[in-house]
């Protein structure tokens, strides 16, 4: 069973950085995706940055490109995003999604988030000015 769990949340001032941390377990093959997603209240689900377990690649929305940075520790199973200048427009509450055998990742990012298999709980970002 993959479970993913998300870190790392907790309040931020407008233009500060926080690490968010997705840890995750039970995948049988390194053929998946991890996306970081969020949703404000009141509005969908959007994904901000893509890595691929398959590739090692990554992909950005354009409103965080520059900002935010994904990466991995594969020893721990752990996908990060370090998030800088953050703005009180991106509270959320942020999600770490899964996806086996994905498509490049251009084409992840293009897809509506209910295509993502697994889902964490999420962890609350509230960015205060």
């Known amino acids: 069973e993959v479970q993913l769990v998300e870190s790392g949340g907790g309040l931020v001032q407008a233009g500060g950085s926080l690490t968010l941390s997705c840890t995750t377990s039970?995948?049988?093959?390194?053929?998946?995706?991890i996306g970081w997603y969020r949703q404000a209240p009141w509005k969908e689900r959007e994904g901000v940055a893509w890595?691929?377990?398959?590739?090692?690649?990554?992909y950005y929305a354009d409103s965080v490109k520059g900002r935010f940075t994904i990466t991995r520790d594969n020893a721990k199973n752990t996908v990060f995003l370090q998030m800088n200048r953050l703005t009180t427009e991106e509270t959320a509450v942020y999600y770490c999604?899964?996806?086996?055998?994905?498509?490049?990742?251009?084409?992840?990012?293009?897809?509506?988030?209910?295509?993502?298999?697994?889902w964490g709980k999420g962890t609350q970002v509230p960015v205060s000015s």
């Open positions: 039970g995948f049988t093959f390194d053929s998946y995706a």
């Open positions: 999604g899964g996806l086996d055998h994905p498509p490049p990742l251009e084409i992840v990012a293009r897809t509506s988030a209910n295509a993502m298999d697994y």
């Open positions: 890595l691929s377990r398959v590739d090692g690649s990554t």
